[in-house]
């Protein structure tokens, strides 16, 4: 499937699910504008880091705590998982802004520990197929122009017998929350560029990827998974 298919199948499959208050949830910036907005978050998103690893961590660490080998991080920002993986990892991390990467070196600095960083766009992997025994990613999908794209490339950079773990976050299941984060789609959109009313499974349902296990917390917004790639030769 090329990824003009993967594209149209996601902005298809995202109007047939699209309910009417939800306006943000088909829209999309380009690759260029989400990396000047990441220019401007990335030092805010560096202090804020605490906070998040306050929210997020215990599902982090759940999800990627015994990954092992040559490890991917997709869309890596400032480094946030790093510290999650096991020390014996071999990591290499990608993102496509040069300033969420230069946070995620300052991170492996402060962590004292050794990774491979490059600008990549996830949505077209420079790496061969089947090159790492696990490629992580959180809180990305949300920003992907073709969200599709980017995990069924996640898939093929994966070994046969490794893992993709993921997590994501979206719309509650609680009412209020819910009900706000459809108010406030359109103008956290146009802030942050993040879909944060996305259903991330049926992101990774359109993206054709099987789910081993998946788990929700946090009043449904963290969803995480854990994926076992296609043989390569059913892709
Ligand atoms: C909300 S941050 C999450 C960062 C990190 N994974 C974490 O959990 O903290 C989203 C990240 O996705 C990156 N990103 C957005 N679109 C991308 C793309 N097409 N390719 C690679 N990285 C991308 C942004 O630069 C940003 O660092």
Known sequence: MTST?????????REEQRPDSDPASDRSMSVSEIRTSYAEFADGIRRLEWLDRLIT??????????????VLDVACGAGTNFRYLPETVELVGIDISPEMLAAAEAQLADLGREGTLR?????????PADSFDAVVSALSTCTFPDPVAALQEMERVCKPDGTIRLVEHGRSDLGPLARFQEWRADAHYAKMGCR???????????AGLSVDDTATGLFGTITTFEISPAPSGDR
């Open 196 to 206: 944060w009313t996305q259903d991330p499974r049926e992101v990774v349902e359109a």
């Open 57 to 70: 961590g215990r599902y982090r660490r759940h999800r990627f705590g015994d990954v092992d080998g040559e």
């Open 5 to 13: 298919d993967h594209a149209e199948r996601t902005r298809a499959h």
């Open 119 to 127: 600008e990549m766009d996830a949505q077209d992997l420079s790496f």
